[in-house]
């Protein structure tokens, strides 16, 4: 069986094992202190402008990094504006709202927020018995696949300015964002433009770990406490410099991502020419199509999939690649469905 569940089910690229057993036996300091994290820094700040002083901070994945942004981010009172299909508003089993912050959610336009959603949300929260709007959230890629323009990210962080919102990427794909076709976006253009994001490690070929970058000097300050006190500051905190230290070497993570995009466009060319019907529009490594219930049980007995938005004759299923994914399983899979298809 094949998996297109995700685009983390291999354990990690070569480059990133053999870093790690190469100094397997090397003894370091702990908690992201080592000389392995300091490198691992150097390396990302090379990708951002050298007048703007970033902190780079390295955490273990995806929902930590937003719990714990948020919660050093914001006051009691504070929330966070969202997409509706926001990560953290669907799946991180209101880790947000646990932490004492809302998650005021807006309509999602192909996963991604519209300034004029955020500004109503603004206005509509006006007095003490509300909470303040203070942060907004937006993933790059989205949830559905979809990518910000240069464009569309300057409109947003011009909105956040007006209305002093703090503005947080989450990069969880960031890497199949900025390798997308379409794209005009640089990890230094994201650094101008907001005030903290996070670049992907365990979608984009790590064993774990995500590179949180925080722009904004105002939001620096005790961050290591916010880690620590939210149970995410990894002892052996040197395995993930390591990691991100070989993901930065040599455009490793550009590659990696470039590759499960390229591999998640074939497999979407091939789907237009059996006609499939799409139930979201993608130009990263997540593909979302549409299939009659009776197909989708037939594919899943050779291949793993989720299903992304049950019906009852009908369903999307999302296909996802990966730095790993031969071309072969996809033009399996596809050979396989237009034999269901036809029959």
């Given at each position: ?13 070569k ?6 057993s190469?100094?397997a036996s ?11 994290s ?10 951002i ?11 273990i ?5 937003n719990?714990i942004v948020?919660?050093h981010?914001?006051r ?16 991180e ?21 519209l ?7 603004v206005?509509?929260?006006v ?14 890629a ?20 007006v ?17 997308a ?14 005030d ?7 979608k984009?070929?790590t ?19 916010s ?8 002892a ?8 991100f ?6 455009d ?8 499960a ?17 799409f ?12 299939l ?11 291949y ?12 999307a299923?999302r296909?996802?690649t ?6 072969e ?10 034999a269901?298809?036809?029959?």
């Open positions: 069986m094949y998996s297109f569940r995700n685009d983390y089910s291999e354990i990690a690229h480059n990133i094992l053999d870093a790690l190469k100094y090397e003894q370091n300091v702990g908690y992201g202190l080592d000389s392995h300091s490198n691992a820094r150097k390396l990302i700040r090379k990708q402008d050298r007048d703007i002083d970033v902190d780079v901070r390295f955490l994945g995806g929902t930590s990094c719990k948020i919660s981010v914001l009691p009172f504070e929330a966070v504006i969202a997409a509706t299909t926001g990560h953290i508003n669907v799946h089993a209101g880790a947000i709202e646990a932490s004492g912050h809302k998650v005021i959610t807006v309509p999602s336009h192909n996963g991604k927020l300034p004029a959603d955020i500004t109503k949300v206005h509509e929260h007095d003490e018995h509300m909470v303040v709007p203070k942060m907004v959230y937006i993933s790059n989205t949830e559905t696949g979809s990518i910000y323009t240069k464009a569309e990210l300057t409109a947003i962080s011009k909105v956040c300015h209305h002093n919102l703090i503005l947080y990427v989450d990069g969880a794909r960031l890497g199949a964002a900025l390798t076709i379409g794209n005009d976006l640089t990890i230094n253009d994201i650094a101008q433009l907001t903290l994001f996070y670049i992907g490690g365990t984009n070929g064993l774990f770990g995500e590179a949180l970058v925080i722009v904004n000097d105002d939001l620096k300050n005790n961050f290591r406490h880690i620590k006190q939210n149970g995410g500051m990894l052996k905190g040197f395995i993930t410099g390591i990691q230290e070989a993901l930065f070497t040599d490793l993570f550009f590659k990696l991502a470039k590759h995009n390229e591999v998640a466009n074939i497999l979407k060319n091939k789907l237009t020419d059996l006609n499939v019907e139930f979201a529009s993608s130009s990263t490594n997540q593909q979302f199509i549409n009659d219930n009776n197909i989708i049980t037939r594919l899943l007995e050779k793993d999939f989720e299903i992304w938005n049950k019906g009852n004759t009908s369903s299923i296909l996802v990966s730095w790993a994914t031969p071309i399983a996809v033009d399996e899979f596809i050979n396989d469905l237009k269901i298809l036809n029959k």
